[in-house]
Structure formats: C-alpha cells, structure tokens
C-alpha cells in the first residue's frame, strides 16, 4: 500500500471505542499513513464497530453497507470492519459482506496495521501515541478491558472477554502524556470501573490508581464512570469527597430497583443497598450528581415493578437518568426468558420515566439561577461558549451556554459563569 493512501477511520458507539480508535490512528499515523476525515478522500475505511444491542447493530450494519457501496463505485479501495460487531457476528458479516478486505475484533490496531504494511517490512512502527479524537482539553482513560459481571442482559463479557486490568504504572505514564498534551478533564472508563484492578492485584485497586493520577499536573478534574454499583470500593465516596480534583460525579447504572428484577438481573444487589448506596453518597458530597441508566420492559416486568421504579426516581431525585428498553440478545443468561413485555409497553414506560426525569431535571436546573459556577469550555458556535460543569460529562449530560462580552475565553478554558436562565437539560449565563 502506498504511503500517501488516505485511511478514514469510522468510530461507532461508545467511548471505549473512541479510545480503540485513537491508538489505532495513532498507530497508522506513525507507520506513515494519512488520515482523513473526508470519505472522499479516502482510500481505505475501517470502520470500529459496535455489537451491543440490536439497534446499534442494525445502525452499524447500514454504515458498512453504505461503505461497501462505495468500494463498488470504485469510491474506496480497501474497507476493513473490526470491533464489538465482528467479534459477535464474524462469520455472518464475511457471508453477508464479501467485498470487506478484513474483519477484526477488538484490540486489533496491530493486526489492521499488518495487513495494511506488508509483514516483512522490518521497518514496521507499532509505535503510536494516541490522536485525540476529544477536543484536546479532555480525554477517555480506559483502565481495563472485558468484565467479570454476569448480568443477564448484557452480551458484553462475550464480546470483550473477563476483566484485564492495566497496571498502574502503565496508566500513570498514558495520562502524563495526555496531559502533556493538554487535557485537562480525565474521564474514566471501562466496562466495570469498580473492579479495576482484582485481576492484577487480587483486591480493588481503583483509589491507588486515582491516588497517583491526582498527582499528574495539568490533570484539574477526573471523572469516574460506568461503576458498578454492588462493588463500589471502600473508601471511594471518601476519595472523591476530600480530593479537589475529583469531579462530585457518580455513574452508578443501576438497571432497575424491584429485587425480583434486580435478581433475574444477576445484578448483585437489592432494593434497600441501591438505596442506602445513594444516601451515603448525599450524606457525605451533597452536591454529588448521581447519573444512572435504566432498563424497562425487561422479561416479565410487572406494571407493579414499574410503578416501583417510577417511584423510585420521583422519591430519590437521581440527577442524570438514561432509559433503554429491553432488547433480547442471543447468548444472554436473560435469553431463555423470552421478551414478554410488548413493544409500545416497553416504548410507553420508557417514555414516562423520560417525562418525569424531565421534571426533576429542570427543577434541579432551575435550582442553580444566580449561583456561580465553574465551566470548561468545549466549543464555540455563534459567538456563544457551550461547555460543561464538574457534574457533567461529555456527549450524555447537560451543556452550559455562556456569552463572553467583556472577557477573552477560548475553548479549553474553565471559566466562572453566572447561570442567568434554565432549560429542562441547559443553562444559560455570563462570564464573570
């Protein structure tokens, strides 16, 4: 292949993706390829795919059959499909799509490299620190692969294999370098957060690797998600209580309330711990900003069970709440159980939890007119700022929309803003 051959990369779902396809630009960049963010310009598209519920399939399933189109418009000269999707559904997508020059799996930014560069040039730089696709100022970490978690919903152990912690000292070098780059916002990620470490060091080891990321300079705020909520460490509501760095944000998923889901679930926990789980965190960081995410229409969820976790939210106010409906994924431990709950039921409760969670947001929201806040600034359009607070993280929760009159502000600033008016999912206001 040609060292002037554009290369675009495509990146689906979510943001341990995003991560895969930093490294792997990376990696193709310093082998001496050129990336691209124009199809058009491109000679080869790999497209990093996710495999996680049929939806997201069936929308990756249409990027790549609009890619293949265009190797046979003779658009593109090679097209490779890897990722979550592949590793689920390889032998069905070779069958279905046999203009792909190469399907891979996750973690397979050498492999990609290898075929795209020939394997007897010895010259071959594996070598690639990772391009941003995140604005500069903030970046994903992602401190392990697979999870360990039997849930009965979730294909993801399946598709990304049990828990594979990375040592402390390899993150601590990964987030010197990110930070010599300009982040400022870490944002921790994995497939369970809550675990990191077990399998290395036999024990959780989540508070020693945010001790020594504390201690990164340039590092302001560091944000945990996707922790599981039956094995939150000890101490971590202390950790993120006393330590100035630590953004007062919990992304605890917690799927649903009823126990007898809950159990069904496989999820670990129960009713009265979700709950003395959330107190805790109000009781020791009141200004704590919980986010969750929630399942409905889950087999053989009652209109009881609903009505539960309905009262639920109203009851415990969480801040950031996302709903999916249940979808039956083969594989699953749920699968045997059927998808029992119709369709527009499923639709019509997931709506009716977003109405109330509407509520409660703007409440909140309108509870934060006239104070004083600090933002980091994302992007500019129009002549406003949008940017976020500490409780907030990119892509999934609530903007802040600022106009900077009489001061200099560029995006990758934090700033001060007085929050002049609110939305249901927004603030409005004035650097000061």
Request: charged letters at 30%; proline letters at 4%; one cysteine or more.
């Amino acid at each position: 292949m040609k060292k002037n051959d554009n290369v675009i990369v495509l990146t689906l779902g979510c943001s341990k993706n995003v991560v895969d396809s930093e490294k792997l630009i990376g990696m193709l960049s310093a082998n001496g390829f050129t990336l691209t963010e124009d199809i058009r310009k491109a000679k080869t598209c790999i497209i990093n795919t996710c495999g996680f519920i049929k939806p997201a399939v069936e929308e990756n399933l249409q990027v790549v059959l609009d890619v293949v189109n265009r190797k046979i418009q003779g658009e593109l000269e090679r097209v490779i499909v890897s990722g979550c999707m592949v590793e689920r559904f390889k032998e069905s997508l070779i069958n279905e799509f046999p203009e792909v020059d190469l399907f891979v799996g996750v973690e397979s930014a050498e492999q990609i490299v290898r075929f795209l560069k020939p394997d007897d040039d010895f010259r071959i730089n594996l070598i690639g620190g990772r391009q941003l696709l995140t604005p500069n100022h903030y970046a994903y970490l992602k401190i392990s692969e697979g999870c360990n978690r039997e849930c009965s919903f979730c294909a993801i152990p399946k598709i990304r294999g049990l828990l594979r912690s990375k040592p402390i000292e390899e993150l601590l070098d990964e987030t010197k370098k990110l930070s010599e780059k300009g982040v400022k916002e870490l944002i921790i990620i994995s497939q369970d957060t809550s675990s990191y470490g077990v399998d290395l060091y036999g024990k959780p080891m989540l508070i020693p690797l945010l001790e020594e990321l504390t201690k990164v300079e340039g590092i302001e705020w560091i944000r945990l998600m996707y922790l599981y909520p039956a094995g939150l460490p000890e101490g971590l509501i202390e950790f993120v209580q006393n330590e100035p760095k630590m953004c007062k944000y919990f992304d605890i998923p917690l799927q649903h309330i009823s126990d007898r889901i809950l159990k069904s679930m496989r999820r670990g926990t129960t009713k009265k711990r979700t709950i003395e789980l959330i107190e805790k965190i109000r009781t020791k960081i009141p200004n704590a900003v919980i986010r969750t995410t929630l399942i409905v229409g889950y087999p053989g969820e009652t209109e009881q069970e609903f009505k539960e976790l309905m009262q639920f939210i109203s009851d415990y106010e969480l801040d950031r709440v996302g709903v999916f409906t249940y979808f039956r994924e083969d594989g699953t431990y749920a699968f045997p159980l059927g998808d029992t709950v119709p369709e527009d039921i499923k639709n019509l409760r997931r709506e009716e939890i977003l109405k109330l969670q509407s509520q409660i947001s703007l409440r909140k929201n309108n509870a934060l007119v006239g104070k004083k806040l600090k933002v980091l600034i994302d992007e500019k359009k129009n002549g406003v700022f949008a940017g976020r607070t500490e409780f907030d993280a990119p892509e999934v929760d609530n903007l802040v929309y600022v106009r900077a009159q009489k001061h200099k502000v560029r995006v990758g600033d934090f700033v001060e803003a007085i929050i002049a008016r609110a939305k249901h999912y927004d603030l409005y206001g004035e650097v000061c």
